[in-house]
C-alpha cells in the first residue's frame, strides 16, 4: 500500500486566520473577519500562483498588498515567516512515525502486507516553505519521496499533479491511498483510481488506516 500525505493541516499545523489576526488585529477582528480576510489572500488565484512556483513571494506581497489595501511591510512580515510557523502537528506525526515503524525489520506486526509499505507526499507548498520544512524536519526522510507544488508547477486539485506522483513512483491507483484535509483535493485523487481519506483529526485517521491495513 502506498499512502500519500498532504501537509498543511495534516501533518503542519495551518491556521491562516489566526495568523492574519496577529499581524492585522483590526481587519480580523472577529473569527468571521479572519475568516473572510484569510480567504482573500489565500484563496485567490495570485496565492496559487505563489503555490504554483510561478509567483515569486516579493510579487505576491506586493499584489495582495495592494489589492487588499494592506500594509505591504506588515503583510511581507507575515509571508516571510509563515515557514517558521508550519509547526508538526504531534499527534499526525506519531502516527506517521508508527506507520514507519511499521516498514522495519524486527518490528512486531511488520511482516505479511506491511512489507510493502510506501509513505509519500503531495503537498501544495511555495518554494520557500518546502527548503525551510526540508532543512527543519528530519521526520520528513521518512518519505520513500514527494512533490511539493512549487517544484513543479502544479498545484492541487489539477490532475496533472496526481499524476505526475504515479508516474514518477510508480504508483499502482489501487495501492494508493491519499490523505488530505480538503474535499476536493480528496475527490481528484479519488478521480485518478486511488482511494482517499478526508482528514479530521488524527484519530480519525487512524482508525480509518487500521481498517485498510487490515482489509
Request: charged share 15%; aromatic share 10%; glycine share 6%.
Amino acid at each position: 500500500m502506498n499512502i500519500v500525505f498532504d501537509f498543511g493541516a495534516v501533518l503542519f499545523s495551518w491556521r491562516p486566520g489566526e495568523l492574519l489576526a496577529q499581524s492585522f488585529p483590526a481587519l480580523a477582528a472577529t473569527p468571521q473577519d479572519a475568516k473572510q480576510l484569510a480567504h482573500a489572500v489565500f484563496a485567490h488565484e495570485d496565492w496559487h500562483n505563489f503555490d504554483r512556483g510561478v509567483l515569486s513571494m516579493d510579487v505576491v506581497v506586493a499584489r495582495t498588498a495592494a489589492r487588499l489595501d494592506l500594509d505591504p511591510g506588515v503583510l511581507a512580515g507575515l509571508v516571510n515567516s509563515i515557514g517558521d510557523r508550519l509547526l508538526p502537528i504531534d499527534d499526525t506525526v506519531a502516527l506517521l512515525a508508527q506507520l514507519h515503524a511499521l516498514r522495519q525489520p524486527g518490528t512486531p506486526g511488520s511482516q505479511g502486507a506491511h512489507d510493502a509499505l510506501k509513505l509519500y507526499y503531495l503537498s501544495n507548498m511555495p518554494v520557500p516553505y518546502a527548503r525551510t520544512l526540508e532543512q527543519r524536519h528530519p521526520f520528513l526522510q521518512w518519505f520513500d519521496g514527494g512533490i511539493f507544488s512549487g517544484d513543479v508547477l502544479h498545484i492541487k486539485p489539477d490532475p496533472a499533479i496526481y499524476q505526475l506522483l504515479q508516474t514518477r513512483y510508480a504508483l499502482a491507483p489501487t495501492q494508493t491511498l491519499f490523505i488530505d484535509d480538503l474535499h476536493a483535493n480528496v475527490q481528484a485523487a479519488q478521480a485518478q483510481g486511488w482511494h482517499g481519506i478526508h482528514f479530521e483529526s488524527a484519530v480519525q485517521l487512524q482508525a480509518q488506516l487500521a481498517h485498510l491495513l487490515a482489509a
